[in-house]
C-alpha cells in the first residue's frame, strides 16, 4: 500500500488463476474510503481495463457510492462503458451470493 495525498494505492494480486485479472492497482479516496480508480492488469502486467469511480454522493441511509462509474480500454481504443446509478438501497445479503456456484440463482436477487 502507498499513501499519497488524498489516497491510498493498493497493489492487489490474484490468489488464483481463475479470476479475469491477475493484478489490481486500486486508488482509494482516504477520507470516503472508496474508489477512485482501478487497473487491471494480467501477469505480465499488460494494462487490459481502467475502472473510473466518479461523482462520489450521498444515497441515503449512510450510503456513499460513486454515482458513475466508467471503464476504458487500450485494447478497444474509443470505446468506453459508462453506468450512472439514480438510486440505491441498502440490502442484507448471505456470503454465498458472492461465489461462482451462486452464479446460476443471480435472478433471484431481484
Not at 488463476?17 to 472508496?34: C, F, S
Request: hydrophobic share 40%; aromatic share 10%.
Amino acid at each position: 500500500m502507498e499513501d499519497i495525498g488524498d489516497e491510498y494505492i493498493l497493489h492487489l494480486k490474484a490468489k488464483t488463476k481463475t479470476v479475469a485479472y491477475d493484478k489490481l492497482k486500486m486508488w482509494v479516496h482516504k477520507e470516503k474510503l472508496v474508489p477512485v480508480r482501478i487497473e487491471c492488469l494480467t501477469e505480465t502486467s499488460m494494462l487490459v481495463k481502467t475502472i473510473y469511480y466518479k461523482n462520489v454522493k450521498d444515497f441515503g441511509g449512510g450510503i456513499m457510492r460513486p454515482a458513475v462509474i466508467e471503464t476504458d480500454s487500450p485494447l478497444y481504443k474509443g470505446y468506453k462503458s459508462v453506468m450512472i446509478f439514480a438510486k440505491m438501497k441498502a440490502r442484507k445479503l448471505n456470503d454465498e451470493v458472492f461465489t461462482m456456484t451462486f452464479m446460476p440463482n443471480l435472478d433471484s436477487l431481484r
